[in-house]
């Protein structure tokens, strides 16, 4: 089975700071990875994903992710942040063959002016 | 196209209550599912759907009871309601061939459920 933990429930940032939001993953198989975001009483949209190749890969809203296999990790930076990037951010997996996708217990972004 | 709509937004129930909430996505998508929000613990698999007439439990079944008539259409049966039901709860629909490349998973906006 795999799980997926996000290692900060709430992380407070400075506006124009740059921000990491960090995700660790567990899984015996090959994994989809995945970034969604869910701004204030709305559902989630993706904002990136890694499937294979590239290990950095860039997302929407100027948020990028790395996929490290050997420290099963997939953490979330973005260089500057915005107010508007203040939202619930949740990290999945999705083991290779496999139907469901397992989210982490996702980390509140607060960006402070 | 609408995406993934969900009714009601919101739902206050007394206990032993049964309701049914309901989604449904126009994007003729095979893969539908239903999840829980609860805070600290993300998103949580209640039941999904990989086609009409298929249904499959997911992590937290227990107390819900799904069925998939239709392609558009993958409704959510509280039998009776308890107070642990209270939760937020997300509709999502997807493209996906059984074991293949994982299309993005389009997310409802949510029905906010209170069992007092």
């Known amino acids: 089975a795999q799980s997926v933990t996000q290692l900060d429930s709430q992380v407070p940032v400075f506006e124009e700071a740059p921000v990491e939001l960090r995700c660790n993953y567990s899984s015996s198989v090959s994994v989809y990875l995945f970034w969604y975001v869910q701004y204030p009483n709305q559902g989630l949209q993706l904002l990136l994903k890694y499937l294979s190749g590239s290990t950095l890969v860039k997302g929407i809203n100027g948020f990028e992710a790395e996929f490290n296999k050997s420290q099963t990790s997939f953490h979330l930076r973005k260089p500057s942040v915005h107010i508007s990037d203040t939202a619930e951010y949740f990290c999945a997996v999705r083991a290779q063959g496999a139907q469901k996708l397992v989210f982490g217990q996702g980390t509140r972004l607060t960006i402070n002016p | ?116």
Not at chain 2, 25 to 31: A, F, K
Not at chain 2, 48 to 66: F, H, K, L, M
Request: neutral net charge; glycine residues 10%.
């Open chain 2, 1 to 116: 196209n609408a995406g993934v709509t969900q009714t009601p937004k919101f739902q206050v129930l007394k206990t032993g209550q049964s309701m049914t909430l309901q989604c449904a996505q126009d994007m003729n998508h095979e893969y539908m599912s239903w999840y829980r929000q609860d805070p600290g613990m993300g998103l949580r698999l209640i039941h999904y759907s990989v086609g009409a007439g298929i249904t499959d439990q997911g992590e937290v079944p227990n107390g819900y009871n799904v069925s998939r008539s239709t392609t558009e259409d993958f409704p959510l049966r509280l039998l009776s309601a308890a107070p642990s039901q209270t939760s937020v709860y997300f509709c999502a629909s997807s493209y996906s061939p059984l074991g293949g490349y994982p299309y993005e998973q389009y997310f409802g906006p949510g029905t906010r459920l209170t069992v007092t």
